[in-house]
Structures are given as structure tokens and as C-alpha cells.
């Protein structure tokens, strides 16, 4: 059974970087398609990135586009995903999720198309 852990999480300024990681254990991840979704508090989950599972195609919210990037190192069975000019908005627990299915080029969400999940990492953007 696919296991996936987020890492990376912890406070940071606003205008700040960090790099989330989501390792795979249990079953190769070089099959899955990878999304990364953020929850804030009294807030729905949402989408913001997603990879396909050979990296090729990949998609960013709006609100993220140009600042976070997503990536993967299939041999080491990992999808990092860097955030740069972090918005106190970014604040929220982050999650990512892994599917099989998926269609190419590959689009945002939604969080039920995904049926493996980490257990999140908690992002804060304050000064």
C-alpha cells in the first residue's frame, strides 16, 4: 500500500522560501500522478499544484503560478514543491495525494480524484 509523508513545513516571513517534500514508501511512485492541496483554517481544501507521473506535464492555481514550483526525483521516490515570495495567505496545512488516474496535460484537482494522502505539514507566512 502507497504510503506518501510530507516534510518541510514550519514558520516563515513573508517574501520567505521553503521547500516541501512528499516521500513515497510501500510501492514506487513512478505511477502515480502527485498533487499538492492546502487547507487554511475555516477553509476547503484546494488544489494548488500537480505533477504528472513522468514530470512531464505539471499545473499551478492562479494563485500560485510563477512563485511555486513543483518537481520529482522518481529514483528516490519523491515530489518536492518550492514556494518562493511566500503570502501570509499561503498559511494552511499542506497535503500531498497521489492518483493513477489522471489524463494528460494533466489539470488541477480536485482533492476526491486523489485516493492516497500524507498527513500534512503546517505552513505559516507571518512576521
Known amino acids: 500500500q502507497l504510503q506518501l509523508v510530507e516534510s518541510g513545513g514550519g514558520l516563515v516571513q513573508p517574501g520567505g522560501s521553503l521547500r516541501l517534500s512528499c516521500a513515497a514508501s510501500?510501492?514506487?511512485?513512478?505511477?502515480?500522478?502527485i498533487g499538492w492541496f492546502r487547507q487554511a483554517p475555516g477553509k476547503e481544501r484546494e488544489a494548488v499544484s500537480c505533477?504528472?507521473?513522468?514530470?512531464?506535464?505539471?499545473n499551478y492555481a492562479d494563485s500560485v503560478k510563477g512563485r511555486f514550483t513543483i518537481s520529482r526525483d522518481n529514483f528516490k521516490d519523491t515530489v518536492y514543491l518550492q514556494m518562493n515570495s511566500l503570502k501570509p495567505e499561503a498559511t494552511a496545512v499542506y497535503y500531498c495525494?497521489?492518483?493513477?488516474?489522471?489524463?494528460?496535460?494533466?489539470?488541477?484537482?480536485?482533492?476526491?480524484?486523489?485516493?492516497?494522502w500524507g498527513q500534512g505539514t503546517q505552513i505559516t507566512v507571518s512576521s
Open positions: 505533477i504528472s507521473s513522468s514530470g512531464g506535464s505539471t
Open positions: 510501500g510501492s514506487t511512485l513512478d505511477y502515480y500522478a
Open positions: 495525494a497521489a492518483t493513477e488516474t489522471y489524463q494528460l496535460p494533466i489539470t488541477l484537482g480536485p482533492a476526491a480524484d486523489y485516493p492516497y
